[in-house]
């Protein structure tokens, strides 16, 4: 968590833009019943081992999260490169070519993949110093949600819902 709070406060300072990854294994729960404990823990750490090798970079920072669950910090350049990095990852965790434990559904061990992005200002504004580590785990967290949701084997990302005042127009005919 400090290195993820270390990333933001550079990108904060540079003004420039940092992806959130979660990451999470297919049916693992499934894997882990079928293959046993040791193979699941073979599996982790060869997804592990190609999430290194996507995020490569020294200030790429990369946590085992939940059992079946790993978040990435890593300073991206666009919304187009972090969805490329995102396609990426989940290509590679496919491409490891693991049997699944349900080859019906899907024959290869296959991974979700949600993430958000955040772009640093470097005249912060009171509603940027509010963000924070958690608040990122949790857009990504809603965006894995997602993929999840729309069939595993995907990724999603986070779009904050922009927060606009509404105005209610009331007339005297409608307080009667």
Not at 17 to 22: D, E, P
Not at 58 to 85: G, L
Not at 131 to 156: H, I, K, P, Q, Y
């Amino acid at each position: 968590m400090d290195q993820m709070h270390m990333v933001i406060e550079l990108c904060k300072r540079l003004g420039s833009t940092v992806g959130f990854y979660m990451l999470q294994v297919d049916f693992f729960a499934q894997y882990e019943a079928r293959f046993g404990a040791q193979k699941a823990l073979q599996l982790l750490s060869g997804v592990l081992g190609t999430i290194h090798k996507v995020f490569s970079r020294s200030t790429d920072v990369i946590c085992h999260y939940t059992e079946d669950t790993f978040t990435i910090c890593s300073s991206v350049s666009s919304a187009r490169d972090a969805h490329d990095m995102a396609k990426l990852l989940r290509a590679s965790i496919e491409k490891l070519n693991i049997p699944a434990a349900n080859p019906e559904v899907y024959p290869v061990v296959t991974a979700s993949v949600g993430y958000t992005l955040y772009t640093g200002q470097r005249n912060q504004s009171e509603q940027d110093e509010d963000m924070d580590v958690f608040s990122f785990l949790e857009e990504s967290e809603d965006a894995l949600t997602a993929a999840r949701f729309s069939g595993r084997n995907t990724e999603c990302s986070f779009i904050p819902m922009v927060k606009q005042p509404v105005e209610l127009e009331i007339s005297d005919a409608s307080i009667g």
